[in-house]
């Protein structure tokens, strides 16, 4: 029906010889404007909390370095990696020394700088946490850590930020432009000074 209609309309409009500007005109006054969504820019917002950094292993009753997960959202998934040390459960209840691992809102991890049951130690990694919901990437969460001491780390959340909804969706971002923004925030650390790392 409406393409009936747009070739009654051009075959009237070229019997009466009206300009091509008028044309276009009268073809396209009944369309709606398409404006497409424009990306809104990220927010900084807080998605994990450090607790318990800074304090010596020997003489802490508690698992030191945790990391919590802070966002609330149930269907959100925490992807966690680290590119030294290791993540350890908090729980005595569980026992595991891994370098990545996905958690759920609410659940805390201990990053350590060393494998408990074996002699491998390092001084300074970076902690990477991405979030996701399905397949959509809505965050992510960049951590520089450290020892300051023999049994002590300290941490620092150098980026944390979310990416709204635009127009009730999700925005498109893929897992390279999170690794590109990552790596920029990781080359600033170390080399525009801002390292915790003395």
């Known amino acids: 029906m409406k393409s009936f209609l747009v070739l009654w309309r051009l075959r009237l409009l070229a019997s009466l010889r009206v300009p091509l500007a008028i044309v276009c005109v009268v073809l396209f006054s ?33 698992r030191v370095n945790q990391i919590i997960m802070k966002y609330h959202d149930e269907n959100v998934v925490f992807i966690c990696s680290t590119d030294n040390g290791g993540f350890h459960p908090v729980s005595s209840d569980e026992h595991y020394f891994v370098k990545n691992v996905s958690l759920s809102s609410g659940e805390v991890i ?14 300074h990694a970076f902690i990477e946490v991405i979030l996701k919901i399905d397949d959509n990437i809505v ?5 520089e850590a450290c020892r300051i001491h023999l049994v002590a780390s300290k941490g ?43």
């Open 30 to 62: 009944g369309c709606p404007e398409v404006i497409p969504d424009e990306p809104e820019e990220p927010e900084e917002v807080e998605l994990v909390d450090l607790n318990c950094w800074g304090l010596p292993i020997s003489m802490s009753s508690v």
């Open 110 to 123: 201990a990053w350590l700088f060393s494998d408990p049951v074996g002699s491998t130690t390092v001084y």
């Open 139 to 143: 965050g992510y969460v960049v951590i």
């Open 156 to 198: 620092n959340i150098l980026k944390s930020v979310f990416f709204p909804k635009v127009g009730g969706k999700y925005q498109n971002i893929s897992e390279e432009d999170i690794r590109t923004e990552i790596e920029i925030i990781k080359d600033e650390a170390i080399y525009g000074g801002n390292t915790i790392w003395e």
